[in-house]
């Protein structure tokens, strides 16, 4: 079965730092590129950052660019999202997501997500 | 970059089609993707590269993209439809992966 689980949320201060991972079966996990999306509470889906198969290229929402970074382990079906300076704004539900293409993107299996709350 | 706009609210009533646009200008020479999202779930890929389903999507739902605007059409809408509704796709010039504001489906 097809599945990707999300840990690492949980409560930080602003300005602190969080490390999400993201484990993947069922499915050749080295041969994909991989997401992260997030959604602030009541609010819409917003794309984070996303790494190719070898990780040979790295993609990141100008929201993030500088504070957090996305890596892999292939040998571990792992996926990370290291979360640094973190702000009010980037609280909320993190998914992790499978994409497929190259032809225009699309993230076809999704993790039920980690919640991330910044509150001093 | 892309700047996809959805409307905020679609309703409709049981046995009714939805429509739900996806607008940005020249969308249709992309390929646009859809994802349903009920309350605390994870999203799912209800449609990609505009009007291909995956497996388990019942074929009550569709999708069109030309000129201006992407449309996920979802025929015969049942109560089990009533969802948040987003579409995506990927800017391949600053290689980006840009979601709509969301659309709620509301079934009547």
């Known amino acids: 079965e097809l599945q990707l689980v999300e840990s690492g949320g949980g409560l930080v201060r602003p300005g602190g730092s969080l490390r999400l991972s993201c484990a993947a079966s069922g499915f050749p996990f080295s041969t994909n590129t991989m997401s992260w999306v997030r959604q602030a509470p009541g609010k819409g889906l917003e794309w984070v950052s996303s790494i190719t198969a070898e990780s040979t290229y790295i993609y990141q929402a100008d929201s993030v660019k500088g504070r957090f970074t996305i890596s892999r382990d292939n040998a571990k079906n792992s996926l990370f999202l290291q979360m640094t300076s973190l702000r009010a704004e980037d609280a909320g539900v993190y998914y992790c997501?499978?994409?497929?293409?190259?032809?225009?993107?699309?993230?076809?299996?999704w993790g039920k997500g980690t919640t991330v709350t910044v509150s001093s | 970059s892309y700047v996809l706009t959805q409307p905020p609210s679609v309703s409709v009533a049981p046995g009714k089609t939805a429509k739900i646009s996806c607008v940005e200008k020249?969308?249709?020479?992309?390929?646009v993707h859809w994802y349903q999202q009920k309350p605390g779930q994870a999203p799912v890929l209800v449609m990609y590269?505009?009007?291909d389903r995956p497996s388990g999507i019942p074929d009550r739902f569709s999708g069109s993209n030309v000129g201006d605007t992407a449309t996920l059409t979802i025929s015969w809408v049942e109560a089990g439809d009533e969802a948040d509704y987003y579409c995506?796709?990927?800017?391949?010039?600053?290689?980006?992966?840009?979601f709509g504001g969301g659309t709620k489906l509301t079934v009547l």
């Open positions: 590269y505009d009007s």
């Open positions: 020249n969308i249709g020479t992309k390929s």
């Open positions: 997501a499978r994409d497929q293409g190259p032809q225009g993107y699309y993230m076809d299996v």
């Open positions: 995506q796709l990927w800017d391949n010039n600053i290689y980006h992966w840009v």
